[in-house]
């Protein structure tokens, strides 16, 4: 079945690194892919997404470019900021069934 | 516009009690799924109601049922509770249609249920 894999956290950065926070999925057909954050105390909100191979999502400084070929999307940051720190879920659509699903998340901690 | 609530936010039971959580979506929205997130299993799909009828069910036991109202509004209900189901309870509400497909899920803060 479809399923989604991320990276084990915590992911611990200072302020103004680079993040990646790797993404890897098994879809049949053409799934679309999504980025989800929830801060602490919140639900979950979409941070961005891409609906076809080699689409490019972006938001809020974050990006993920949709790669068929290693099925993955990695989701960047350029430099992370202390408000950055949250729990990053990486999400798959599946179009027979309708339904998201989603990685276990991973949990970014930015220090200053 | 008001966003997707959750009631209550925090509750407490002991084994073997049932418990009521509600959600009310976004004005507008036809479809509501409930998640169950837990530290060990991340967020598992429990459900999806669209127009008061259950569209979509992941691989919970039958304790765990829900039902939506003619204004949306949804409800799910655990019965025999057990310690396991100690979890936050997420509500999400879209549109409807291909919501798997857009991805635009509206979520709540949640309902943290502790089971003792």
């Known amino acids: 079945g479809n399923s989604v894999t991320q990276m084990e956290g915590p992911v611990t950065l200072s302020e103004e690194a680079f993040l990646t926070i790797n993404c890897t999925y098994t879809a049949t057909g053409y799934p679309s892919l999504f980025w989800y954050v929830q801060y602490p105390g919140e639900g979950l909100q979409l941070l961005l997404k891409a609906t076809k191979a080699d689409d490019k999502g972006s938001n809020k400084g974050f990006e993920a470019t949709y790669r068929k070929e290693t099925t993955s999307f990695h989701l960047e940051k350029g430099s992370v900021q202390v408000s950055d720190s949250a729990v990053y879920f990486c999400a798959l659509s599946d179009r027979n069934t309708d339904k998201l699903i989603f990685g276990t998340g991973t949990r970014l901690q930015v220090f200053p | 516009k008001a966003g997707v609530t959750q009631t209550p936010r925090y509750l407490i039971k002991t084994r073997g009690q049932q418990v009521t959580l509600s959600c009310s979506p976004i004005s507008g929205h036809r479809s509501v799924s409930w998640y169950q997130q837990t530290p060990g299993q991340g967020l598992q799909f429990l459900f999806e109601?669209?127009?008061?009828?259950?569209?979509n069910k992941g691989n919970f036991p039958g304790r765990f049922s829900g039902r939506q109202f003619s204004n949306s509004r949804s409800e799910m209900n655990v019965s025999t509770l057990e310690l396991g189901d100690s979890a936050l309870y997420l509500c999400a509400s879209s549109q409807g249609g291909l919501a798997g497909v857009t991805g635009e899920l509206f979520f709540g803060e949640g309902s943290r249920l502790t089971v003792l």
């Open positions: 109601y669209f127009s008061e009828t259950q569209r």
